[in-house]
């Protein structure tokens, strides 16, 4: 009997797939984890006796944990985009785990799904591997089912995933010189997830606070920063209000194709700080540059198969 045909024999869950709201496989990520239950335990101890019971609490749902990069369809990024308007868009779907033949072995079903953060990775213009953005979903709840055994289809797009590099970005600042912008740390747009507990309900239902939009720090050449600096000594030391700065970080592929872009809005400097002096390293010296943000915009430019 061929090893295949055993829906019980331990394997590697060496393809897995991402669905939502009932529809076929959204795309492909890297990795996931989380999305495990558990339950609190409460002891209970009744006046002078010593004797304590236990029982199980409300279950609680953990995050769900996404790799993603440039794989995934076009329904998955307009819910990142909507996550950045601040729009709680909930979704059911499924993770979906197949062994190396693509026979589904496991399932887990998940309903009100919300994107909690997503992770925006570091960019080096020396770094050429590829670039992944963790997107964290909150959920009500997970249900685990055996896999059907039914065939997937093989992945179709993987290709994709190789489009984006960490070395190809582009960041803008309106009025400012940022050609030379050599490096843009990791940074995570965020909200809160509030729970409510209702009635006999055993879960809890969970609604969003306002989105955390994060300060961007990058890396320029010091050749490049007096501009910063100056707009720094106005804002910070003297008290001037130069005024609200406006810019983008845009990605693209190695044929200059522009894969998502990120506007920022109502920025300004909160610092500006040199590189350490040292007479015996040979790299070009940067300064550090912090901005706050008041808002993002998200927007996802599809490239054909």
Request: some cysteine; aromatic content about 12%; overall charge neutral.
């Amino acid at each position: 009997m061929p090893a295949t045909s055993n829906p019980n024999r331990s394997y590697a869950a060496a393809h897995f797939a991402l669905e939502l709201d009932g529809k076929d496989t959204v795309g492909l990520f890297r990795s996931i984890e989380g999305g495990g239950v558990r339950a609190d335990v409460m002891t209970y101890q009744q006046g002078p006796n010593y004797d304590r019971w236990r029982q199980l609490g409300k279950p609680k749902f953990e995050d769900l944990k996404l790799q993603v990069g440039m794989a995934m369809s076009q329904p998955f990024y307009d819910w990142i985009a909507k996550f950045f308007d601040g729009k709680a868009d909930r979704k059911t779907g499924s993770i979906v785990a197949a062994d190396f033949y693509y026979n589904e072995r496991a399932r887990r079903d998940f309903s009100e799904a919300m994107i909690k953060e997503l992770t925006f990775p570091k960019l080096d213009g020396s770094d050429k591997n590829p670039a992944y953005m963790t997107v964290a979903l909150s959920v009500e709840d997970i249900v685990f089912k055996k896999g059907s055994g039914a065939k997937l289809a093989p992945p179709v797009g993987f290709d994709k995933q190789k489009l984006w590099t960490a070395a190809n970005f582009h960041f803008k600042v309106d009025g400012f010189e940022c050609k030379r912008v050599s490096k843009i740390d990791s940074f995570t747009v965020k909200q809160n997830i509030i729970e409510h507990n209702v009635g006999g309900r055993r879960s809890s239902i969970k609604t969003p606070s306002p989105i955390e939009f994060p300060n961007l720090t990058f890396y320029l050449p010091e050749a490049d920063a007096q501009p910063f600096m100056d707009h720094a000594m106005k804002r910070i030391s003297n008290g001037e209000v130069p005024g609200r700065l406006h810019g983008s970080l845009e990605t693209f592929d190695h044929s200059l194709r522009t894969l998502c872009t990120l506007e920022f809005f109502g920025a300004d400097v909160v610092s500006v700080t040199p590189d350490r002096s040292d007479s015996t390293t040979e790299e070009i010296k940067l300064v550090k540059v912090e901005i706050y943000t008041e808002s993002m915009k998200f927007t996802y430019n599809q490239i054909p198969d």
